[in-house]
C-alpha cells in the first residue's frame, strides 16, 4: 500500500478473477459429417436451464466430450447434443430420442438405450455456469475444455485434450491420451493453483509477460521450449520446476510422452 495526497493506492497484482469473459456464445450444434457415413444419423440439441449449485458434476463417459463456460448469469444452462447412428433412418431416431439427459442433484449425465452392433449414442455437453463455481468433469471419449472459472475443479478423460484458459481456485486433472492446452491471465494465479497431467500428449501453455508463479513442467519422451529466459538451479534435465517473478502458487502442467511448449502471450514460437 501507499499514501500519495492523503490518498490510499493497492499497488497490487491483478489476479485472473478480474479478466473472466462473459461467455454467451452457443457453439455446440449438430452441423458437419461425423461418424460412421454408412450407417444413418440422427442429431439434435437439447436445452435446460438450472438453477446454480455449490457444486456441478458432468459426466460425458458415453463417447462425447464436456465444455464448461463461465458466464454472468445467475443460473446454468446445460446445452446437450445427442447423437446417434443406426442401419435405418428411423432407428437411428429411435435410438436418440430414448437418450435421457438427466440433471437432478447437480449432477448431469445421460441414460440411454442398450444398442447393437454398428449402433451407438452419444452427448457432447456445452454448459455454462456462474464463474464461481465447483466442477467434477469425467469423460471417456471425449475432452474436457474449461474456460473463465473459478472454484475447486477436478477433471478426468481418457481419450481426448484437455483445454483450460483463465481459470482460478484449485484445479487439478489428467488425460490418458490427449493434449494439454493452458492459457494463463492477470499476473498470477488466484487460488491454491493448477496440477494438471497427460501422458500420450504434448503441454502447450501460453502466460502473460509479467506472471508470478512457481512453475512445474517436464516430460519423459519428447522435446522442451520455452521462450524466454529462466534460471535453473543445478542440472538442466526435462523436468523443470522455477520461480517466475515474485513467485506464488504452483502451475503445474507435465506429460510422459509428448513435447513442451511455453511461450508468453505475443510471442510465437
Not at 500519495?4 to 452457443?26: E, H
Not at 455456469?129 to 469425467?138: A, E, G, I, K, R
Request: contains cysteine; proline residues 2%.
Amino acid at each position: 500500500m501507499r499514501v500519495r495526497n492523503g490518498i490510499l493506492w493497492c499497488l497490487c497484482l491483478a489476479p485472473v478473477w478480474g479478466q473472466m469473459r462473459d461467455n454467451r456464445d452457443k457453439t455446440l450444434g449438430c452441423s458437419g459429417r461425423w461418424g460412421d457415413r454408412r450407417l444413418e444419423s440422427f442429431c439434435e440439441v437439447r436445452e435446460q436451464t438450472l438453477p446454480a449449485s455449490a457444486r456441478l458434476s458432468v459426466d460425458g463417459r458415453q463417447n462425447g466430450g464436456v465444455s464448461v463456460k463461465g458466464w454472468s448469469q445467475s443460473n446454468v444452462l446445460v446445452r446437450a447434443e445427442v447423437r446417434a447412428q443406426a442401419r435405418t433412418e428411423a432407428e437411428a431416431q429411435r435410438i436418440g430420442s430414448e437418450v435421457r439427459i438427466l440433471t437432478d442433484g447437480g449432477r448431469v449425465r445421460a441414460e440411454g438405450p442398450s444398442v447393437r452392433d454398428k449402433e451407438w449414442w452419444s452427448v457432447n455437453y456445452e454448459v455454462f455456469v456462474p464463474h464461481q463455481t465447483d466442477l467434477s468433469l469425467y469423460a471417456h471419449n471425449g475432452g474436457i475444455a474449461i474456460s473463465d472459472v473459478r472454484g475447486d475443479m477436478e477433471f478426468d478423460t481418457v481419450n481426448g485434450g484437455v483445454s483450460l484458459a483463465r481459470l482460478a481456485g484449485s484445479v487439478r486433472g489428467r488425460t490418458v491420451n490427449g493434449g494439454l492446452s493452458v492459457q494463463l491471465e492477470g499476473d498470477r494465479w488466484d487460488g491454491d493453483g493448477l496440477d494438471a497431467r497427460t501422458t500420450n500428449g504434448g503441454v502447450s501453455m501460453v502466460l502473460p509477460e509479467r506472471y508470478s508463479a512457481h512453475l512445474e513442467t517436464g516430460t519423459v519422451n519428447g522435446g522442451m521450449h520455452i521462450d524466454f529466459p529462466v534460471t535453473v538451479q543445478g542440472s538442466i534435465t526435462k523436468r523443470l520446476q522455477v520461480k517466475l517473478g515474485a513467485g506464488g502458487a504452483t502451475i503445474r502442467a507435465v506429460t510422459t510422452n509428448g513435447g513442451v511448449a511455453i511461450r508468453q502471450r505475443g510471442k510465437v514460437i
